[in-house]
Structures are given as structure tokens and as C-alpha cells.
């Protein structure tokens, strides 16, 4: 069965400045996707990047962009230039590839800080 | 564009009571959906999924159920509430062969068993 470790239950950094949050997983499986959803304290599920295995450029939107380590099985999670709305709890997870109905596999999560 | 909407945003129910939470996909058609739960202070576990009418795989024994009436329509219930249903209930969609693959949530339901 495939798991994802989230190994910093709380991180903080100063606002405008960067601050990387750890991710890592295990699967057998060489077709699958990773993610990173942010839920802030509304609770709703925020998709804020998304990278296929089968790619070895690192996805980026905007201030935020991703370390994606196939062989380590690390998929890390840099966001720039932190701002206050940026404060959430940030949420690893992967899917299995091949375009089934598996759902997602989520770590247990990040609790970002964003001090002012 | 693709829409998700899930209803009741809160419950609060009685032990014994029964339940329905409802979810509806717009925009789309023939969508892989799913329930998930977030009980308090953990993550998210995958309880229901389905990738057409009628067609329902639980992942978890327990004491809920899920239905699919129509095709873009998901719904949780429960014929008596337990106090540990409680938590935050997330519906989620998915293109059945969606880009990257990526599953969208709901705004959520949180669910208070007193």
C-alpha cells in the first residue's frame, strides 16, 4: 500500500520570506501524480500544485514550486515570498496513475504559520 | 467550468439520528466521485468512491453508506448517527480521465453528533 509521511507537524516563517515543507512516499507503482492541497481554516480542499512522475521538470505555479526527487521518493514543497493568506494547513498526497477511480493518499498534514 | 457543491455547510444531529449529506458535480459529465472524512486533528480518509449510477466501492466498514441517484449526484447517509460519524465530510470529483489526474474538492460538511 502506497503512504505519504509529513514529517514537520507545524512550520513558521516570516512573512516575505521562504519556507520549504517536507514530503515523502512509498509506492511500488512507476505511473502516478503528486500533489499538494492547501486547506486553510474554511476547510475546503485548495489544489496548489500538482506533478506527474513520469515528468522530471519540477512544477511550478507562481510562488510556489515543488522538489520532486523520483529516486528518494521526496517531493517537497517550496513557497516564496510567504504571505499572510498563505497560512494554512498544507497537505501532501499521491495517486496511483492509469486513469482509475483510486482516490488519494494524503499525509497527515503541515500547519504553516505566517508570522507578520 | 467545472462546479462542486456539497450541502448541509453544518449539522448537528442526535445519537440515533439519521443522515444525508448531499454533493452535486456541474459542468461535467460521468465524473469519478468521492467521500471523504477529516476527523479532528487527522487527515483525510477516503470512505466512498464511485465511477458511475449505482456503482458504490466503500473502502472502509462503518456505519454509513453512499448512493448515486444520478450522474452527478453523491450522497452519504447513515440510518443512525454515531458520536464518532462526527468530523468534516469532504465530496470530491474527478474527469474520468481527467488531466493529471487531479481530484477537486467540495466546500465540506462538518457533522457534530451530540
Known amino acids: 500500500a502506497q503512504t505519504v509521511t509529513q514529517s514537520q507537524p507545524e512550520m513558521s516563517v516570516q512573512e516575505a520570506e521562504t519556507v520549504t515543507l517536507s514530503c515523502t512516499y512509498d509506492?511500488?507503482?512507476?505511473?502516478?501524480?503528486l500533489f499538494w492541497y492547501k486547506q486553510p481554516p474554511s476547510r475546503q480542499m485548495i489544489l496548489v500544485i500538482r506533478?506527474?512522475?513520469?515528468?522530471?521538470q519540477n512544477a511550478t505555479e507562481n510562488r510556489f514550486s515543488v522538489n520532486f526527487q523520483k529516486a528518494a521518493k521526496s517531493f517537497s514543497l517550496k513557497i516564496s515570498d510567504s504571505q499572510l493568506g498563505d497560512a494554512a494547513m498544507y497537505f501532501c498526497?499521491?495517486?496511483?496513475?492509469?486513469?482509475?477511480?483510486?482516490?488519494?493518499?494524503f499525509g497527515k498534514g503541515t500547519h504553516l504559520i505566517i508570522q507578520p | 467550468s467545472q462546479t462542486i457543491h456539497q450541502w448541509p455547510a453544518t449539522l448537528v444531529q442526535p445519537v440515533g439520528s439519521p443522515l444525508s449529506l448531499e454533493c452535486t458535480v456541474e459542468?461535467?459529465?460521468?465524473?469519478?466521485l468521492y467521500w471523504y472524512r477529516q476527523a479532528a486533528g487527522r487527515g483525510l480518509q477516503l470512505l466512498f468512491y464511485s465511477v458511475g449510477i449505482g456503482q458504490i466501492s466503500s473502502e472502509v466498514p462503518q456505519n454509513l453508506s453512499a448512493s448515486r441517484p444520478q450522474d452527478r449526484q453523491f450522497i452519504l447517509s447513515s440510518k443512525k448517527l454515531l458520536l464518532s460519524d462526527s468530523g468534516f465530510y469532504l465530496c470530491?470529483?474527478?474527469?474520468?480521465?481527467?488531466?493529471?489526474?487531479?481530484?477537486?474538492f467540495g466546500e465540506g460538511s462538518w457533522l457534530t453528533v451530540v
Open positions: 459542468g461535467t459529465s460521468n465524473p469519478n
Open positions: 506533478q506527474e512522475a513520469y515528468k522530471q
Open positions: 470530491a470529483w474527478n474527469p474520468p480521465r481527467g488531466v493529471g489526474n487531479t481530484i477537486y
Open positions: 498526497a499521491y495517486r496511483r496513475g492509469g486513469g482509475g477511480a483510486d482516490g488519494l493518499t
Open positions: 509506492t511500488s507503482e512507476s505511473d502516478y501524480y
